[in-house]
């Protein structure tokens, strides 16, 4: 079994900055792309950000130059930076690991419990 902890939301003024965290533990032999997604009431749950295991990142144009996405490979750990945060970032922030198991099987997505993150103006 692997478990995806998140943490780090909460309230916010606009323009103020958030860090997000969520750590991976279990059955870990390995872990492919890890990311941060985000829910509005509403609308449909989109791609925040993504790093590959070399650190490769990937951005939505909505948080481009504002969030910062880096993993600790050791501690199976990825954090979100979130700075000039907007009320538009209003949302659930979820993470998710592409978690391999064992050496002989592909990886499986998994998903944190979500984490509310507010943006006043």
């Known amino acids: 079994q692997v478990q995806l902890v998140g943490s780090g939301g909460g309230l916010v003024q606009a323009g103020g900055s958030l860090r997000l965290s969520c750590a991976a533990s279990g059955i870990i032999f390995s872990i492919n792309d890890m990311g941060w997604y985000r829910q509005a009431p509403g609308k449909q749950r989109e791609l925040v950000a993504a790093?590959?295991?070399?650190?490769?990142?990937n951005y939505a144009d909505s948080v481009k130059g504002r969030f910062t996405i880096s993993r600790d490979n050791a501690k199976n750990t990825v954090y979100l930076q979130m700075n000039s945060l907007k009320p538009g970032d209003t949302a659930v922030y979820y993470c998710e690991a592409d978690v391999v198991t064992t050496n002989w099987a592909p990886p499986d997505r998994y998903w944190g419990q979500g984490t509310q993150v507010t943006v006043s103006s």
């Open positions: 790093i590959t295991s070399g650190g490769i990142t």
